[in-house]
């Protein structure tokens, strides 16, 4: 069995006993980011941007030294087109408030999947209501892929803007993001990639991708909660209006009227989160320490592990593809029988923490034919003892329900 060198880095593994199988919703945090962002709260903890002082000057440095250090880990042209928000979500709805309400027209064409997470899905509704743009979802076959005829279908004439995640949260599928980009810059569309299920797992670069907006959350990437990015291109955000105003986003304001702050300044009202960005520039440089390829492989493999130990239970069935290197460490099953939420229950029962639900993709799920699902997901830290474990607790599933092996 092999060793996983970086565990011990993780607190939380010391003293709570868990097998901790929910990466895919928030990823725990190494001692590098933790000792980082409380290093910003006991030495330099000032309001940034606006002090002259010392620790005010300091802590604006910081700031903005980790959006710079953003910029580079996804290949943005500058740091001026990194804006920090609070997660995800946030930063999508950012451009469906700011963006695609300015600019869409009753008649434009908004294309999505049926697959999003609800994040990358209500938010092009509300755009679509206030707007009268329409909206078009690109349906994928069971196994989470887009046949060539659904994306050439779907993105037509019209399309002004394409929203779709690079990984599913459910299926683990990656979606062929640049033949997407492709298609919908043919047309004259702007592409909106959710990318919270793969910044954390595999490299990233927007300009590679081509897409015009990037959106994802720190805490799956191991840094604090309250921290995300969204990446526009630059002529893009100066074009936008302000998401929210008030503080910090201006440059002068007057009893007749006000003039904003350049990007990125001016979709960051109020106090920022100077601490979680410091805390968000510490994990990215621990997941360049410990590199890309270390983590593909362990997610693999642990991935595999899990294919071959389920192929003895015929009642456990995996969502998606048949092939393990697909799912991106992301395995939805369920078991015959027992509910989703039951088996999450009773897998806590031996400290194993597993999701449970519509994993915030209903419209997947009820295009699959399946009410909610489990999953297990992994990172970099988990073992192969921890999937070996969690497997042979599923057998004690159904016997604890009186429904045998």
Known sequence: MRENPYRKD???????????LDSAATAQRPYAVLDKERAFYENMNANPLRGLYGISVEATEVYE????????????????????????????NLVAYSYACSFLEKGDRIVTTIMEHHSNMLPWRLAAEKTGADIVYMLP????????EEISSKITKGTKLVAIGHVSNVLGVTNPVKEIAEAAHGVGALVVLD????????PVNVQELKVDFLAFSGHKLMSPFGIGVLYGRKELLESMPPFLRGGEMIDSVSAEGETFAPVPHKFEAGTV??????GLEAAIDYIENVGFDFIGETERRLTEILFEEAAA?????ILGSEKPEEHSGIVAFTID???????SSILDGDKICIRAGHH????LLRHLGVMSTARASFYLYNTEEDVRFFMEKVKEVRRFLGLGD
């Open 10 to 20: 993780f607190p939380i593994f010391d003293n709570k006993g868990i097998v901790y």
């Open 65 to 92: 030294h980790a959006r710079e250090r953003v910029a580079g880990f996804i290949g943005a042209a500058s740091p001026e087109e990194i804006v920090f928000t609070r997660n995800a979500t946030e930063s999508l």
């Open 141 to 148: 076959d069971k196994n989470g892929k887009f046949p060539a």
């Open 195 to 202: 990318a919270a299920q793969s910044v954390p797992h595999i």
């Open 273 to 278: 989160n100077a601490a979680g960005a410091a």
């Open 313 to 317: 239970y015929p009642y456990f069935h």
């Open 337 to 343: 029988g027992v509910h989703p939420h039951d088996v």
């Open 360 to 363: 915030c993709a209903e419209p």
